[in-house]
C-alpha cells in the first residue's frame, strides 16, 4: 500500500496470467513499517498522487489479508478526473480489488468488503473457501474464489486473467512481495526508498527470507531512477 513510481500505460501478458507490478516503499533498511500503532509514513503527497496514477493504470490491485487488518485500505483510485477517464475509456471507475487469505480471519467491515466503489475478490484454499464464504455472505462487495490447495498464486493469476485483468499491482505486504519475486510472477518492481531507518528488527519487511530466482547472476534490470524530493524511485524489470 506504500508509494510506487510512476510510468506510461503497462504492457499486458498474454497467456495465462495479467502483467504484474510489486509496488512499495521502504526504509533505508528495509522495514515497510515500524512497530508504533500507528502506520509509518513512507511516501509524501507527490508520491502518493504517483501511487493513484499508477493504480489507474492497472486493471486490479492486490493486497495480503495482512495488509488488509492492518490498513483497512480502500483500494480505490482517488482522483476523480482518472476515474472519469478509465470510464470514458470503457473501463470501470476503479480497478477490481483484490485479497488473499491461507484461512481467513478477515473482519466483514473491512472497507474493502463493505463499499460498493469497486468489487472484491478473496482468494482462498479451496478448503477455507465454504467457511469463508459463510463469513463474509454480508459483505457486499466480497466475492470468495477458490485457489488450489494451498492456495496457489498461479492459479489465483491464471482466474484474474480469465475475468479479463491484464495489468495487476501487487501493494503488499511483505510476504506477498516475497511470494511473488520468489516464485518469479512478477514483471516489474517500484520501489521506494524512504531517508531514514526504522532499526527494529521485528517490524515488518519489504522481503523476508526466500530462494530468489533473481540473484547476482540474473539480475533484475533497472529501467528507472529518479530522486523525488528526499525520496529515490527505482523501477526494475524482471
Not at 123 to 138: E, G, I, K, N, V
Not at 196 to 209: D, I, K, Q, T
Request: hydrophobic letters at 45%; proline letters at 8%; glycine letters at 8%.
Amino acid at each position: 500500500m506504500r508509494g510506487a513510481p510512476g510510468r506510461s500505460r503497462a504492457p499486458a501478458v498474454s497467456g495465462d496470467r495479467p502483467y504484474t507490478t510489486l509496488s512499495c516503499a521502504m526504509s533505508l533498511d528495509g522495514h515497510i513499517d515500524d512497530l508504533a500503532p500507528r502506520r509509518l509514513v513512507l511516501s509524501d503527497d507527490a508520491d502518493w498522487d504517483r501511487v493513484d496514477a499508477v493504480r489507474a493504470d492497472h486493471d486490479a490491485i492486490l493486497v495480503g489479508a495482512g495488509t488488509v487488518r492492518a490498513d483497512d485500505p480502500r483500494l480505490l483510485v482517488r482522483s476523480e478526473r482518472r476515474r472519469a477517464a478509465r470510464v470514458a475509456a470503457g473501463r470501470p471507475p476503479n480497478p477490481l480489488r483484490v485479497t488473499l487469505t491461507s484461512g481467513g480471519g478477515l473482519d466483514p467491515g473491512h472497507r474493502m468488503f463493505a463499499d460498493t466503489a469497486a468489487p472484491t475478490l478473496v482468494y482462498t484454499s479451496a478448503s477455507a473457501a465454504p467457511a469463508l464464504t459463510r463469513h463474509l455472505a454480508a459483505a457486499p462487495a466480497a466475492t470468495v474464489v477458490a485457489a488450489g490447495e494451498p492456495l496457489d498464486l498461479r492459479v489465483l493469476l491464471a482466474d484474474l486473467r480469465g475475468r479479463g485483468v491484464e495489468r495487476l499491482m501487487v501493494e503488499g505486504g511483505g510476504r506477498v512481495h516475497t511470494r511473488f519475486l520468489a516464485e518469479s510472477l512478477a514483471d516489474e518492481l517500484h520501489l521506494v526508498i524512504a531517508p531514514f531507518m526504522v532499526g527494529e528488527g521485528a517490524a515488518p519487511r519489504f522481503l523476508y527470507p526466500a530462494a530468489f530466482p533473481q540473484t547476482p547472476a540474473a539480475p533484475m534490470r533497472l529501467a528507472e531512477a529518479k530522486a523525488q524530493g528526499d525520496l529515490v524511485l527505482l523501477r526494475y524489470l524482471l
